[in-house]
């Protein structure tokens, strides 16, 4: 009865201010924060936020930092994680595979692979690799409409410390002979 009794004051409120208001700036927000209000009490969150003049609102946080994991970890020791495939002719599709060793103290596992566009596609080893192990990333490059210097990347996610781990690699891609007008 009480929730009924504060949602009818709250619904007369907010006409009254709508009849009132017209175009004044101060009007809008109290009809925006009357609507907030009006939803918290009807148990869903507020669409918009609630402004009081005079009184700052904290500034949104971003989530805090992943914490480093306890206990022991695998390490990836790339022996290179860069790579030049140097002039390669528009079209053509090269591949490089990064190998490398697990030296850390657990058994490594690549969670998943991402090139950072279509033109690059990634495959990697799929078995857990024991400390010790050895094992890839291979980065397929296609590039076919893509001209002039490329420099790419491939983001490997694992259960490493951190998270993630990027490899690059650049190709000069000597665009194709524009065709011209048949004779």
């Given at each position: 009865?009480k ?6 004051v ?5 006409v ?7 175009k ?14 009006l939803?918290?009490l ?9 402004v009081t003049?005079g009184?700052?609102?904290?500034a949104?946080?971003?989530p ?16 290179t ?15 490089y595979?990064y ?14 692979a ?11 080893t799929?078995d857990?690799?024991?400390?010790g ?8 490059f296609?590039?076919?409409g893509?001209?002039q210097?490329?420099n790419?990347?491939?983001?490997v996610?694992?259960?490493?410390w951190?998270k993630?781990?990027?490899?690059r ?6 665009p194709k ?7």
């Amino acid at each position: 009865m009480k929730q009924y009794v504060v949602k009818s004051v709250m619904l007369l409120a907010f006409v009254a201010v709508m009849t009132t208001a017209c175009k004044d700036k101060n009007a809008e927000k109290k009809i925006a924060q009357l609507e907030s209000r009006l939803a918290e009490l009807e148990g869903k969150k507020s669409a918009t936020p609630t402004v009081t003049p005079g009184v700052s609102t904290p500034a949104p946080t971003s989530p805090a930092p992943e914490a480093k994991p306890e206990g022991p970890l695998p390490t990836m020791e790339f022996k290179t994680m860069d790579h030049d495939f140097g002039t390669i002719n528009e079209g053509d599709v090269v591949e490089y595979t990064y190998a490398f060793k697990n030296t850390g103290a657990a058994p490594l596992i690549i969670q998943g692979a991402q090139g950072s566009c279509g033109c690059t596609v990634p495959d990697w080893t799929k078995d857990p690799i024991p400390v010790g192990g050895t094992g890839f990333v291979k980065a397929k490059f296609d590039s076919n409409g893509k001209a002039q210097i490329q420099n790419k990347t491939v983001t490997v996610t694992a259960n490493t410390w951190p998270k993630q781990t990027v490899l690059r690699f650049k190709a000069m891609v000597t665009p194709k002979a524009a065709a011209g007008p048949a004779k």
